[in-house]
């Protein structure tokens, strides 16, 4: 059974740095693409990074040059490494992965 679980997620202030991790289990990355996905209160569920099996990536303008996506196929691990931080990525950030999700996890940037 295919499972993500997502962690990393806490309180940062503005201008701060978290490291988002989802744990693949079930099986390996194989030609699927893994994503990063935020929701905020009151807001649909939004893209925010993804990688394909070619090691192509694809960010919201919103996280241009602020975040990125790696994975570690020897873990089965992929990551979102954010950084300058605004209030406004402040969201449960979602793993995906061929539709499956993981359960999230809440990054709240606040001073």
């Known amino acids: 059974q295919v499972q993500l679980v997502e962690s990393g997620g806490g309180l940062v202030q503005p201008g701060g740095s978290l490291r988002l991790s989802c744990v693949l289990s079930?099986?390996?990355?194989?030609?699927?693409?893994m994503g990063w996905y935020r929701q905020a209160p009151g807001k649909e569920r939004e893209m925010v990074a993804t990688?394909?099996?070619?090691?192509?990536?694809n960010y919201a303008d919103s996280v241009k040059g602020r975040f990125a996506i790696s994975r570690d196929n020897a873990k089965n691990t992929v990551y979102l490494q954010m950084s300058s931080l605004k209030p406004d990525d402040t969201a449960v950030y979602y793993c995906?992965?061929?539709?499956?999700w993981g359960q999230g996890t809440q990054v709240t940037v606040s001073s």
């Open positions: 990688l394909n099996y070619l090691g192509t990536t």
């Open positions: 995906n992965r061929a539709g499956k």
């Open positions: 079930g099986s390996a990355f194989g030609i699927y693409t």
